[in-house]
């Protein structure tokens, strides 16, 4: 058997020399391979191949792990209708991490009808600062369908990094709103205290009533504000802003007295009308008290309900629910109006232990016709007196009383004088005229306007 160290020498030098070019091709080839294919391993290849805690994440990597993040919080959602067929979105959001940031984080606003179907969307991307408050806002979102409800979701979780980034801090020195009911208007005056010049602001200006719902937001841009500088931020609504609550000097405790006699039900029995837009009405004035507020109601026919309808209470669906049960005593006919009885069960609880020390006290009055009840030998006109008697008495125990005649079959001066004053009487002729008059009187008891105005600055690295 030939081998080779029994080959020539000559042989051996060649095989020798070509096993070792061979070898020295052979790790030339492996080097340049290793460096061809070879690919590091980063924070961007798709696999966990250092100290990451999870695929490209936490660890050396500066995007942190969905697990190790802590849960954004979505404060609030809100639709706001601009005109018919146009509305704006708005939801506040906290991210709780500490330098933990996102860069173009996808959202989606989603609007829904009263059925829950979706009549649009409105999705883009914003930045996520870390350990702050941030709105995202949408405006001038069309369409065909009325939405009631909107939803706000982060598409997927956002890319978390973490970054020593931090916001520069503004200081909101004045916020000032004016015309409310005609085409409202804020300006703020903005100061950047920092020492460096801050870019790219994105300024929400948001309106609360006075139980912490949003009722309006607007949006403005700054491109630059220089150290030290101080601007004004001017934010616009093209139509009145409606509160659905009112801020009182102090709180008000309200009675409402209302008439449930036979003609309460002349003009339909089925439902029985005036009687169920009366109801409709005072629910909706009921709507408008405040958290601070409390509400109670009283019907009459030959005699105030006893008990009587609602105390005094905070709860005003309570109170909503009672003014629903109220109902006309059968047969009609057999029904007369007692005024004075009413208003002395309504003085009687807005003076009981439930009234509180510091709340104003309101009456509001409703009735469709003349007093008829008590009766009286020999004074004719007893019905009238008594309740004036009592109405007298509840004034000049600081109670303002509100009076409403509905229809035409009224003595207006004995509703005028069982008022406060002439002013605070009110004549509605039809049903329909009721529930303005409500409103008015709610007017009448407080001024409405906001009571927190807050201006929420963006400022993205």
């Given at each position: 058997m030939?081998?080779?160290d029994?080959?020539?020498?000559a042989?051996?030098?060649?095989?020798?020399?070509?096993?070792?070019?061979?070898?020295?091709?052979?790790?030339i080839?492996?080097?340049?391979g290793?460096?061809?294919f070879?690919?590091p391993?980063?924070?961007?290849d798709?696999?966990?191949n250092?100290?990451?805690k999870?695929i490209?994440c936490?660890g050396?990597?500066?995007?942190?792990?969905?697990?190790d993040?802590q849960?954004i919080?979505?404060?609030?959602v809100?639709?706001?209708?601009i005109?018919?067929g146009?509305?704006?979105?708005?939801a506040?959001?906290q991210?709780p991490?500490?330098?933990?940031?996102?860069?173009?984080?996808?959202?989606?606003?989603?609007?829904?009808?009263a059925?829950?179907?979706v009549?649009a969307?409105?999705?883009?991307t914003?930045?996520i600062p870390?350990?702050?408050v941030?709105?995202?806002?949408?405006g001038t979102?069309?369409?065909s369908?009325?939405p009631?409800?909107v939803?706000?979701?982060?598409?997927?979780?956002?890319?978390?990094?973490?970054?020593?980034y931090v916001?520069?801090t503004l200081?909101?020195?004045n916020?000032q709103?004016?015309?409310i009911?005609?085409?409202p208007?804020m300006v703020?005056t903005?100061?950047n205290q920092n020492?460096t010049?801050?870019?790219d602001?994105?300024?929400?200006?948001?309106i609360?009533?006075?139980?912490?719902n949003?009722?309006?937001?607007?949006?403005?841009?700054?491109?630059s504000?220089?150290?030290?500088?101080t601007?004004?931020?001017t934010?616009?609504?093209?139509?009145?802003i409606?509160?659905?609550?009112?801020?009182c000097?102090?709180?008000?405790?309200t009675?409402?007295?209302?008439?449930r006699?036979?003609?309460m039900?002349?003009l339909g029995?089925?439902?029985?009308?005036?009687?169920?837009?009366?109801?409709e009405?005072?629910?909706s004035?009921?709507?408008?008290?405040?958290k601070?507020d409390?509400?109670?109601?009283?019907?009459f026919?030959?005699?105030a309900?006893h008990?009587?309808?609602?105390?005094?209470?905070?709860n005003?669906k309570?109170?909503q629910?009672?003014v629903?049960?109220?109902?006309?005593?059968?047969?009609?006919l057999?029904?007369?109006?007692?005024?004075g009885d009413?208003?002395?069960?309504a003085?009687?609880?807005?003076?009981?232990?439930r009234?509180?020390?510091?709340s104003?006290?309101?009456m509001v009055?409703?009735?469709?016709g003349v007093?008829t009840?008590?009766?009286?030998?020999?004074?004719k006109n007893?019905?009238?007196t008594?309740a004036?008697a009592?109405?007298?008495?509840?004034k000049?125990?600081?109670?303002r009383?509100f009076?409403?005649?509905?229809?035409?079959?009224l003595?207006?001066?004995?509703?005028?004088n069982?008022?406060?004053?002439?002013t605070?009487?009110?004549?509605?002729p039809?049903?329909?005229?009721?529930?303005?008059?409500?409103?008015?009187?709610?007017t009448k008891?407080?001024?409405r306007q906001?009571?927190?105005?807050?201006i929420?600055p963006?400022?993205?690295?």
């Amino acid at each position: 058997m030939n081998s080779i160290d029994n080959a020539p020498w000559a042989q051996r030098r060649q095989i020798i020399i070509a096993s070792v070019v061979g070898f020295v091709v052979l790790g030339i080839l492996v080097s340049l391979g290793f460096f061809f294919f070879y690919k590091p391993p980063s924070c961007t290849d798709g696999k966990q191949n250092q100290d990451e805690k999870g695929i490209d994440c936490g660890g050396v990597c500066a995007r942190i792990c969905e697990d190790d993040s802590q849960a954004i919080v979505i404060e609030w959602v809100r639709l706001f209708k601009i005109r018919d067929g146009v509305y704006s979105v708005a939801a506040r959001v906290q991210n709780p991490a500490t330098r933990t940031i996102a860069k173009d984080a996808p959202y989606t606003f989603t609007l829904k009808d009263a059925s829950g179907n979706v009549v649009a969307t409105r999705s883009g991307t914003t930045f996520i600062p870390a350990r702050d408050v941030f709105v995202v806002f949408e405006g001038t979102i069309q369409t065909s369908a009325e939405p009631t409800t909107v939803s706000f979701s982060f598409d997927g979780a956002p890319a978390w990094q973490r970054s020593d980034y931090v916001q520069p801090t503004l200081a909101i020195i004045n916020k000032q709103l004016a015309d409310i009911e005609n085409r409202p208007r804020m300006v703020a005056t903005i100061q950047n205290q920092n020492l460096t010049d801050v870019r790219d602001v994105t300024l929400d200006a948001l309106i609360y009533d006075d139980q912490g719902n949003a009722v309006q937001v607007s949006e403005t841009y700054v491109k630059s504000i220089k150290a030290g500088e101080t601007i004004e931020a001017t934010f616009t609504w093209p139509h009145p802003i409606s509160l659905r609550s009112r801020i009182c000097e102090s709180p008000v405790d309200t009675a409402l007295v209302i008439d449930r006699s036979g003609s309460m039900e002349f003009l339909g029995k089925n439902p029985p009308q005036p009687l169920t837009d009366v109801k409709e009405a005072a629910n909706s004035y009921l709507a408008e008290l405040s958290k601070f507020d409390q509400a109670s109601v009283v019907s009459f026919a030959n005699e105030a309900s006893h008990p009587i309808d609602a105390f005094l209470s905070p709860n005003i669906k309570t109170v909503q629910d009672a003014v629903d049960r109220i109902a006309i005593t059968q047969p009609p006919l057999t029904q007369n109006t007692n005024i004075g009885d009413g208003i002395k069960k309504a003085f009687e609880e807005l003076t009981s232990e439930r009234h509180r020390e510091k709340s104003g006290k309101i009456m509001v009055v409703l009735t469709d016709g003349v007093a008829t009840r008590p009766l009286k030998a020999g004074a004719k006109n007893y019905p009238e007196t008594y309740a004036q008697a009592i109405a007298n008495q509840a004034k000049e125990a600081g109670v303002r009383i509100f009076t409403i005649g509905l229809g035409k079959d009224l003595n207006q001066n004995f509703l005028k004088n069982i008022a406060s004053t002439s002013t605070d009487f009110y004549l509605a002729p039809t049903a329909s005229d009721l529930e303005g008059i409500y409103r008015e009187i709610g007017t009448k008891m407080c001024k409405r306007q906001p009571t927190t105005l807050e201006i929420v600055p963006s400022i993205p690295l």
